[in-house]
């Protein structure tokens, strides 16, 4: 699990400091003109998701919202204004790298209502119930142990909060071994959870109201996926 924690690690810290190495491409056209203009060019270099979560996640006025694996916080500005100056927005990343590239890029944006957090999205740095919201961007897959990663998000939802995150799933029918076989680890790939392992790991930890919604195929077998899915209110 350190392997491959370390792997990823090294990784993204390369792609913060060389945003020329960065390939978007699997995100397809998740974000408008609109979205894209608003936000530092750096920010949008370094976007290395496969969708939009903040497009799916319902965000609201004064939501408190908690991006996991937030890179150089793409998606942490966007959640921002939408849930305006009465909401919050943390951003947690593990890489020293992009968390000093998304401070940056806030700063460069004139975003306030932000914070970003130094943290596995295994072991969530803020109390239970602190959050309305949680999302990511293609980051789950990337965890070596995704039932914890599934335990601490609903542990800091608060009762009734969401999940809205874009990741990428396998076709039940792909092994394990035929998921490396398409892609690395560190490529959102050999990680990948089947449609039924997501959706289980999911239901174990305590959600509801789960869906699964493909959008587009990155590899044979693979998709970026929509997922939804609440925490009871009880």
């Not at 596995?120 to 959050?131: F, G, K, N, T």
Request: charged share 25%; net charge negative.
């Amino acid at each position: 699990m350190s392997d491959i924690r370390e792997e990823v690690r090294e990784r993204y810290a390369r792609a913060a400091l060389d945003t020329s190495c960065c390939n978007s491409d699997v995100t397809g056209d998740a974000y408008t003109a609109v979205e894209l203009g608003s936000l530092p060019g750096a920010a949008v270099s370094a976007s290395l998701g496969c969708g939009n979560p903040t497009a799916v996640a319902e965000l609201s006025e004064g939501d408190v919202v908690l991006d996991l694996g937030s890179g150089g916080g793409i998606d942490v500005l966007l959640s921002a204004r939408r849930v305006g100056p009465t909401g919050f927005v943390y951003g947690l990343d593990m890489t020293d790298e992009m968390l000093e590239l998304a401070r940056s890029n806030a700063s460069a944006a004139g975003v306030e209502n932000v914070e970003f957090l130094k943290g596995l999205i295994e072991e969530i740095p803020l109390p239970d119930a602190a959050v309305d919201v949680v999302i990511s961007n293609c980051v789950i897959n990337l965890s070596a142990d995704k039932a914890a990663v599934f335990a601490d998000v609903h542990r800091v939802l608060r009762p009734g909060g969401r999940l809205g995150v874009t990741d990428i799933i396998a076709e039940d029918r792909l092994t394990s071994e035929e998921r490396a076989e398409r892609g690395s680890w560190v490529g959102c790939i050999a990680g990948a959870l089947s449609f039924d392992e997501f959706e289980r790991g999911l239901r174990e930890a305590g959600f509801e109201s789960i869906s699964l919604t493909p959008t587009h195929a990155v590899a044979d077998g693979l998709h970026s996926v929509i997922v939804r899915a609440a925490k009871p209110t009880g």
